[in-house]
């Protein structure tokens, strides 16, 4: 997906304040994101007053260290989001894992930048680790509507893919985990009573 945000020239921070989770075209081992889905997500965000500052994808079960293909795709946007008047590229590339075994249930997260060519003749950038701070800002849900929007999706994959059908961790399930995360940010009763549906849902599968 891509995230969107405003970027300060002047005390030289990007701040994400916005998510448009894409479709996704390709194999189950490698895809990449549908151009018609990533100009959808641009336009909302010109809506919003936003431009796109970053995109992010998962590792689901391995560590979120950026891949060949991932640093070509960061180099591809970097690029297009040159800044030529002072030569910044304030995109980021966020990489998640939300299922590592050792990550005791927590979500472990990668922030990259590429840094820039030292000499012309080099055609590949270095990734760097950015530092980052996650400000929570109240809701994950602003309206129980997303929630059934989300819960849909979830219902039609969950009896179609094994993989989440799997355990994480002693007796978690994987969607058992992302169920309890959004217990702990949803908190209108409404879209509540839609999370305790969904794990009874999730109970009464074989």
Known sequence: GLLGGRFDPVDKKLYVLSIFPCNSIGSRKECEMDPISEMEAVQIFFSMGLTPVGWYHSHPTFEPSPSCRDIE???????????????????????ISPFLKHSKGRSVIECIHLA?????DEDFRLP??????????????EHSEDLVDLFQRLQRNYSKTT??????????FFISKLVGRLEG??????????LQRFRNKMREQP
């Open 73 to 95: 795709t960061q180099t591809v946007y970097q690029t297009l989001f040159n800044r030529a008047h002072d030569n910044t590229e304030p995109f980021l590339g966020l990489i």
């Open 185 to 194: 940010t949803t908190y209108e009763p409404s879209a509540r009573v839609l």
């Open 116 to 120: 820039p060519l030292k000499a012309q």
């Open 163 to 172: 993989h989440y059908a799997g355990y994480y961790q002693h007796d978690s």
């Open 128 to 141: 760097c680790r950015v530092d980052y701070r996650i400000e929570e800002t109240g809701e994950f849900f």
